[in-house]
């Protein structure tokens, strides 16, 4: 049996989360693929925005960081910048990281800035009652769609892999295993990575949309979890609404502040 | 005697700040403050800090507020429109008292405005820009040697008093050149090494109504928050920490008050006619208190080098021993305002020009004239 407390502050517990939040899945899960890493406590840095997802910082043992809605990005990129010895890891959202910190997102891709960012997906902005966020399914119910959503919905994955991720993964709070293991693999990585986890929202989301239960919602995200090779030979129109799981991309490319230590700041400095 | 230089005042800002102790910059282009983020892009490397140009002002703020968490020195530098951008995360450095400097080098607005013209519009935005009650810490120097010096008291201050600091220039002072003597001997304030491991670490224990708060990646792990919180850092909203709180931020700016505070009077002792002007603006007053007290006429220009906390005591004194004060400001008369509160209607004559031009002397000595 796995010891998380030795990584939980244990005095700010219980959490915020409702009874039965995917949110706990997640970080126990992110808890257990860093173990993995075999990293010192004190060089672990967490960032978080604002929302339900956020709140996961507070409750972890490392260096954490609490800032502002949507700019956890770019926090990090700033103390990624003063200390790349730090292994940043960043806790957000759907709406915190691609609506209103999307810009934020895309440009870390690109750049491909050393940090691992674990994006809680319940489709739907929680903490502030159920507002719809970029990735609430068309036709589902939220407080501020009372007749439905008529949104097309962000694919994270696909907004990551465009924008230049190295590393771009899905899993979902129904497979905590393979969740471990793509967070593993994304902390692995030097360079820009994004693991979307598909997580319950069954407070906000669920009794809105006839799945009041923590169960009956994580049997919604089960029912239509698809594993990527699966996936692949699978017509359009089947693969329509489907939670497409997997490891997307895994290459390597320059890293940003190792890229500008080595061509900027050796030049600077007269050397090359 | 130091080295003399030409510099341009947004150069000497980038020089100002790598001589306080700049290690990280990050910014987005926008005219007239470009030159502050090129030249810290030219800078900082040769120094082993690092520059990056983010995606926007909102990210450049957040990445300069990390940045400082980590340990490093950190600037942003924009104009209006972009300070407005970084107002939200500058109520997060307030609230989380972390130091760090935003120099606003001031266009007319509102808007995109004119871009390449001068203004004192963002007096007040640099008070009250971000939302809820706060302390603010500005300054606004008046020429390119001043701004070399006031930078770096800039940093200082801020990392003196763990509080983000506002550094106004204005068009004409970011763009225009003069010789600055760099010194020697200039003091330049580090952050305190915390590394008592003794018990759990409490990053937000007072000091002095300061926190003592150590830096990420140093050994003692801990947790910040926009939140209200108590002295371990973690969220406390209840009423009586939210009240203990804010009343502690603003005794740490009031109880220092002498510290932060600077001016600079000249001309006549004991006025009929006082001046009040600030950064290049008051320049021009100055030149028109030279010629009406060569014509016999009793002024004074008192310019505040620190614009906020405003210092206020003294130019109520001197207040109550003039006739008249005028207050010359490229704008719709922001100071004017801040003085209504210790000057009376009578008193306290607004002199405003939003033609993105500065008032010249001439227009001031009509003023004055004009009230005599």
Redesign the interface.
């Known amino acids: 049996m796995f010891d998380y407390a030795e990584y939980l502050r244990l005095d ?1 517990l219980p959490h915020i989360w409702c009874y039965g939040c995917g949110n706990g899945i997640i970080l126990k899960g992110a808890i257990r693929a860093i173990d993995k890493m075999g990293w010192e ?3 672990v ?1 967490a ?1 978080s925005g604002i929302g339900c997802s956020s709140r996961a ?2 409750y972890l ?8 809605h949507g ?1 956890a ?11 790349p ?2 292994n940043v890891i960043v806790f957000t959202g759907d709406g915190d990281a691609t609506a209103i910190g999307g ?2 997102f895309i ?1 870390a891709a690109r750049r491909n800035i050393n940090l691992t960012v674990i994006l809680f997906n319940n489709n739907i902005y929680g903490m502030t009652g159920g507002q719809y966020s970029p990735t609430t399914p068309k036709g589902y119910f939220a407080s501020t769609a009372p007749y439905g959503h008529i949104d097309p919905s962000f694919d994270i994955v696909e907004l990551a892999l465009g924008a230049g991720a190295t590393f771009v993964a899905r899993s979902t709070v129904a497979n905590p295993r393979e969740m471990e293991k793509v967070i593993h693999e994304g902390l692995k990585n030097k360079g820009f990575s994004l693991i979307e986890v598909v997580s319950n929202c069954h407070e906000r989301f669920g009794k809105r949309n006839k799945m009041k239960s923590p169960y009956e919602m994580i049997e919604w995200i089960r029912s239509r979890s698809v594993s990527k090779v699966k996936a692949e030979s699978m017509e359009a129109e089947e693969r329509e609404g489907k939670i497409i799981t997997g490891i997307f991309r895994q290459e390597t490319r320059p890293e940003y ?1 190792e890229t ?1 230590d080595e061509l ?2 050796k ?3 007269g050397g090359i | 005697m130091g080295e003399i230089k030409f510099l341009q005042g947004n150069e000497a800002c980038a020089l100002g700040a790598m001589r306080a102790g700049l ?2 910059f ?1 910014g987005y282009p926008i005219t007239p403050s470009s030159e502050i983020a090129e030249q810290c892009a ?1 800078l900082l ?2 120094s ?1 800090g ?3 140009q ?3 002002e ?3 703020i ?11 020195k ?1 600037m942003t530098a924009t104009s209006g429109p972009g300070f407005s951008l970084m107002q ?2 500058l109520g ?1 450095g307030i609230m989380a008292e972390i130091p760090f400097v935003v120099v606003n080098v001031m266009r007319g607005g509102p808007s995109t405005g004119h871009p390449t013209g001068p203004s004192q519009g963002d007096i007040m935005q640099a008070r009250w820009g971000t939302h809820g009650d706060h302390p603010v810490i500005a300054l606004y120097p008046e020429s390119v040697p001043e701004t070399y010096y006031e930078i770096i008291r800039a940093f200082n201050l801020a990392e003196r008093f763990r509080q983000p600091v506002i550094f106004l220039m204005d068009e004409i002072l970011g763009k225009m050149n003069e010789s600055v003597e760099i010194k020697d001997d200039i003091s330049v304030f580090e952050r305190e090494k915390i590394q008592s491991r003794d018990g759990r670490y409490r990053p937000y224990a007072m000091k002095d109504d300061i926190p003592l708060t150590a830096n ?2 140093e ?1 003692l ?7 209200f919180h108590d002295e371990t850092g ?2 406390d909203v209840s009423g009586e920490n939210i009240q203990k709180n804010m009343d502690r931020m603003y005794r740490k700016i009031e109880n220092n008050i002498e510290e932060l505070q600077k001016w600079e009077e000249s001309g006549a002792d004991n006025p009929e006619i006082l001046l009040v002007s600030a950064g290049t603006q008051a320049r021009s007053a100055k030149m028109a208190c030279q010629e009406l007290n060569s014509r016999g006429i009793s002024a004074a220009v008192f310019r505040p080098v620190t614009v906020w906390p405003f210092p206020e005591k003294r130019l109520s004194a001197l207040a109550a021993r003039s006739k008249k004060v005028l207050v010359v400001e490229m704008n719709k008369g922001q100071l004017a305002d801040e003085c209504r509160k210790f000057i009376s209607d009578e008193k306290l004559i607004p002199v405003n020009q939003l033609n993105s031009e500065m008032i010249s002397p001439d227009e001031i000595i009509r003023q004055v004239e004009g009230v005599l």
């Open positions: 700010k406590k004190d060089s840095m960032v910082t507070g043992d490392f260096n954490s960081l609490h800032t502002l700019r990005i770019p926090f990090a990129t700033g103390i990624k910048m003063a200390k010895e730090l810009n934020h440009h502040v500008y900027v700041l030049k600077a400095r | 290690r990280f990050g030219r490397p040769c082993g690092r520059f990056i983010m995606e926007d909102i990210a450049s957040a990445s300069i507020i990390g940045a400082s968490l980590a340990g490093s950190s939200e995360a997060y990420y990646g050994g792990r801990f947790h910040v928050t926009g939140l973690f969220p």
